[in-house]
């Protein structure tokens, strides 16, 4: 046992590696193309997988459907994923069941069968809906696309859908941010998740910027593009609940929660993550071969250069570090319950620096919280770092 708290139902990830094509900006693991006999593969082979979990009566809570793109999947393949997830594992009736889907994809008969295989809450990766903006990420839909298939979501009753969207890209001005964000205000999503673009090794955006291809916007300007974002998103009454994503009342993501709340989930699905209090953290395999070699073997595909290795010390500060992520912030309670230590006498050689950053306005410390606040969120990398 690597954590001492009490067991909750979990979350389950399960993923679907799949794209249309390889977007520019992208180190998520995905393949572009579409090869409808390798879909088929991976989908029995993820079924398989699941059926793994038989008997083991593990309660579930949420279940998000992630990629890549679940959506480019024929309808019956996911229809047929959910049922195995629910033939292995207990999902509560009132469970959080997501699948990302991407504008472009969906058509008013997959979204029929959606809704029949459980799913209830829809994530739409926009990112802007400026169609230049669109086609220099390397997108195959226009902002046109997401509204349309926003409005045949609601058609099919999907009454809780997120919209991801992207500041901070090249020649993106002030004005081209604003006009997607109010564009995708006007549909009025339940959740809006707003990442700034970072440069990942390997990305054609990448190497593009390294070889002086593509300018960024400075800095200030990406911060000013973030701080705007809140301020429209918080005067259309949605709530900041996490660094990039804000919910209308009562429509946070439950699945996402579970990251920032240190909650274990379950991973499925080539390279997948999971998160128990026995075995700390793990994934598994993200090479296709070994994936379906180890499934053939029915083994879970667990890596086995990922599990198990975490010290105390580094699971505390990762517990930090993701519940800073919350703009709640930490709970000294909870700390203690979990790790069975006062936060203060874990960091007390810290204590000088928080009290800096509170005095600079970067923190707020109480007797039972410690938090960012919405300026410290622009130097939280060097924030987290003291915890780590
Ligand atoms: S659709 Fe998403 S996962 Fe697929 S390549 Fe684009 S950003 Fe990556």
Not at 91 to 118: C, F, H, Q
Not at 272 to 291: E, I, K, T
Not at 345 to 373: F, M, N
Not at 378 to 385: K, L, Q, T, V, Y
Request: contains cysteine.
């Amino acid at each position: 046992m690597k954590i001492n708290r009490e067991k909750k139902p979990a979350g389950l990830y399960i993923h679907i590696p799949f794209c249309w094509k390889k977007c520019a900006y992208c180190d998520f693991l995905s393949f572009g193309g579409s090869d409808e006999a390798l879909q088929k593969r991976y989908t029995e082979a993820l079924i398989r997988e699941l059926s793994l979990y038989q008997g083991k009566h593990i309660k579930l809570d949420t279940v998000f459907i992630g990629g890549g793109t679940p959506s480019l999947l024929p309808a019956d393949h996911i229809e047929r994923i959910m049922e195995a997830a629910e033939a292995a594992f207990c999902v509560a009736d009132t469970a959080e069941v997501t699948m990302e889907a991407n504008p472009g994809t969906l058509t008013a008969e997959k979204l029929k069968v959606y809704r029949r295989a459980g799913i209830n809450r829809l994530s739409m990766g926009a990112q802007s809906m400026d169609d230049g903006m669109l086609s220099l990420l390397g997108r195959i839909h226009t902002g046109r696309d997401l509204t349309e298939n926003f409005l045949a979501a609601r058609e099919a009753g999907f009454s809780n859908i997120n919209v991801d969207l992207m500041f901070g890209l090249p020649k993106q001005s002030g004005q081209v941010w604003r006009g997607s964000l109010k564009q995708v205000l006007e549909l009025s999503p339940e959740h809006i998740s707003f990442y700034s673009l970072q440069l990942e090794e390997g990305t054609e955006f990448c190497r593009m910027y390294r070889d002086g291809k593509m300018d960024l916007p400075p800095v200030e300007e990406d911060r000013a593009m973030y701080h705007e974002g809140i301020r429209l998103l918080e005067e259309a009454g949605y709530e900041h609940y996490e660094i990039s994503n804000c919910a209308k009342p009562g429509f946070v993501s439950r699945h996402n929660m579970k990251y920032w709340n240190f909650d274990e989930y379950y991973g499925a699905g080539l390279g997948a993550h999971a998160f128990s209090y026995d075995q700390g953290r793990c994934c598994n395999v993200s090479d296709l071969d070994s994936y379906f070699e180890q499934i053939r073997e029915g083994r879970l595909p667990v890596d086995p250069s990922s599990s198990g290795e975490e010290t105390r010390q580094e699971l505390i500060g990762e517990y930090v570090f993701t519940a800073l992520r919350k703009m709640e912030g930490l709970d000294m309670a909870d700390f203690r319950r979990t790790f069975g230590a006062d936060f203060f006498s874990v960091y007390k050689d810290q204590l000088p620096a928080i009290q800096e950053y509170e005095e600079a306005g970067y923190l707020t410390l109480t007797d039972t919280r410690l938090a960012l606040t919405e300026a410290g969120i622009d130097c939280s990398n060097e924030i987290m770092a003291e915890f780590l």
